[in-house]
């Protein structure tokens, strides 16, 4: 389903892995028809389900590898945790926090449904990070930011990688963070369109 991804440098892993997932299950019932399609779908509460295309990006960029413990800000669906933690097994976990109560609660239970023990799904305030599980080999933001918030650099791993959208509403850069023995090291990526970090 996900193949053409390949030529954005898409992994045949993470393809595979997409393809898994069923992503109708991750959309709202007025939208199933348009569930397979490249493209941002609405979710309710302003907010979006990330394209396919990025999520791929986003996974291949993360070198996500079998074992990472990886923190993602902003769970929306829930798809793009459910792809990660195919990518990460049963030696890895994925942290997902969202703050709208609603989105949180039906992510959990989709996780729940298709049995994907290896996520815990956390309602709150995702510019905090999550202290009490840090160190994380990967840091992942789902909503953009106007600068890298200095506590989650604190939470990111050495040998760590974050993904973060940076700008405004308008236009955002998705910055890749790099930390190699304690210094950051940054790299602008591709232009992308992704809610605001609230
Ligand atoms: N990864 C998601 C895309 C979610 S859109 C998916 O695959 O569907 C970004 C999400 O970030 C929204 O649900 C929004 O509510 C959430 N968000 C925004 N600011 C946040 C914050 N400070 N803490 C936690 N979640 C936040």
Same mark, same amino acid.
């Given at each position: *389903?996900?193949?053409?991804?390949? %030529?954005?440098?898409?992994?045949?892993?993470?393809?595979?892995? /997409?393809?898994?997932?069923?992503?109708?299950?991750?959309? +709202?019932?007025?939208?199933?028809?348009?569930?397979?399609?490249?493209? !941002?779908?609405?979710?309710?509460?302003?907010?979006?389900?990330?394209? !396919?295309? *990025?999520?791929?990006? /986003?996974?291949?960029?993360?070198?996500?590898?079998?074992?990472?413990?990886?923190?993602?800000?902003?769970?929306?669906?829930?798809?793009?945790?459910?792809? *990660?933690?195919?990518?990460?097994?049963?030696?890895?976990?994925?942290?997902?926090?969202?703050?709208?109560?609603?989105?949180?609660?039906?992510?959990?239970?989709?996780?729940? %449904?298709?049995?994907?023990?290896?996520?815990?799904?956390?309602?709150?305030?995702?510019?905090?990070?999550?202290?009490?599980?840090? !160190?994380?080999? %990967?840091?992942?933001?789902?909503?953009?930011?106007?600068?890298? !918030?200095?506590?989650?650099?604190?939470?990111?791993?050495?040998?760590?990688? /974050?993904?973060? +959208?940076?700008?405004?509403?308008?236009?955002?850069?998705? %910055?890749?963070?790099?930390?190699?023995?304690?210094?950051?090291?940054?790299?602008?990526?591709?232009?992308?369109?992704?809610? +605001?970090?609230?």
């Amino acid at each position: *389903m996900y193949e053409h991804l390949e %030529k954005w440098g898409v992994s045949k892993k993470i393809i595979e892995a /997409m393809n898994k997932i069923d992503r109708k299950l991750f959309v +709202p019932e007025n939208l199933q028809n348009y569930a397979y399609e490249d493209i !941002p779908l609405t979710i309710g509460f302003g907010q979006t389900i990330t394209a !396919p295309h *990025m999520v791929g990006i /986003m996974c291949q960029e993360l070198e996500l590898t079998e074992g990472d413990k990886v923190l993602e800000i902003g769970t929306g669906s829930g798809y793009n945790a459910a792809v *990660m933690s195919l990518l990460v097994g049963n030696s890895g976990h994925i942290y997902t926090i969202e703050r709208i109560e609603e989105l949180h609660k039906l992510a959990k239970e989709r996780f729940e %449904k298709l049995n994907l023990t290896n996520i815990t799904a956390i309602l709150g305030d995702g510019k905090d990070g999550l202290k009490e599980f840090a !160190p994380f080999n %990967k840091i992942v933001f789902t909503c953009y930011s106007r600068k890298v !918030p200095e506590k989650l650099l604190e939470q990111l791993a050495d040998n760590g990688v /974050m993904l973060i +959208p940076i700008g405004n509403e308008y236009l955002q850069v998705l %910055k890749k963070i790099r930390k190699i023995n304690g210094k950051i090291n940054e790299e602008n990526l591709l232009n992308v369109r992704f809610v +605001p970090l609230i």
